[in-house]
């Protein structure tokens, strides 16, 4: 059965579905969902993103977070987070850049917000790093949070 069909059948079922839910159907859904099925980056892909094309751009986004955290006074630990990290280019990016900035990544507790498990699968060969379905399970740390192009993915396209 199509995702259409199931969309329609759960409507006709239940009624009208908030945006919410329609949008992670179309994601996420385990047979038919965008993310949740494939692997949609670079050019056997859907598109490209910043990170896939210049490691400079993890690079730099790394660097400034290495400078917010020492300008926070260098907590001790702290959750370095990313939502929607794709194959993990670009954490990849921010960590390669910051090995020279001493205590950053002692302190830095990488976590990962993605429920695709065909991208956490690409994020693992890359990344020791915990992985989370949403940001509920983030722990209660200082946050510093990347999210490249995360909140485009879910605007409706014109």
């Known amino acids: 059965m199509t995702l259409r069909a199931l969309m329609s059948a759960r409507i006709a079922a239940t009624g009208p579905i908030p945006l919410a839910d329609y949008m992670a159907e179309a994601l996420m859904h385990a047979e038919h969902g965008y993310y949740a099925t494939r692997d949609p980056f670079g050019a056997?892909?859907?598109?490209?993103?910043?990170?896939?094309?210049?490691?400079?751009?993890?690079?730099?986004?790394?660097?400034?977070?290495?400078q917010a955290w020492l300008d926070q006074g260098s907590p001790a630990q702290f959750a370095?987070?990313?939502?929607?990290?794709?194959?993990?280019?670009?954490?990849?990016?921010?960590?390669?850049?910051?090995?020279?900035?001493?205590?950053?990544?002692?302190?830095?507790q990488i976590h990962l917000v993605e429920t695709s498990p065909v991208l956490r699968a690409q994020q693992a060969?890359?990344?020791?790093?915990?992985?989370?379905?949403?940001?509920?399970?983030?722990?209660?740390?200082?946050?510093?949070?990347?999210?490249?192009?995360?909140?485009?993915?879910?605007?409706?396209?014109?």
């Open 44 to 66: 056997a892909g859907d598109f490209t993103t910043a990170p896939e094309i210049s490691q400079m751009f993890g690079e730099l986004i790394g660097l400034s977070l290495a």
């Open 80 to 108: 370095l987070a990313e939502f929607g990290p794709g194959r993990g280019t670009l954490m990849a990016d921010i960590l390669r850049a910051t090995t020279a900035v001493p205590g950053f990544h002692a302190a830095a």
């Open 125 to 158: 060969k890359r990344l020791d790093a915990t992985w989370h379905n949403d940001v509920t399970t983030l722990p209660d740390l200082p946050l510093f949070l990347v999210a490249n192009e995360f909140f485009d993915a879910l605007k409706p396209k014109k």
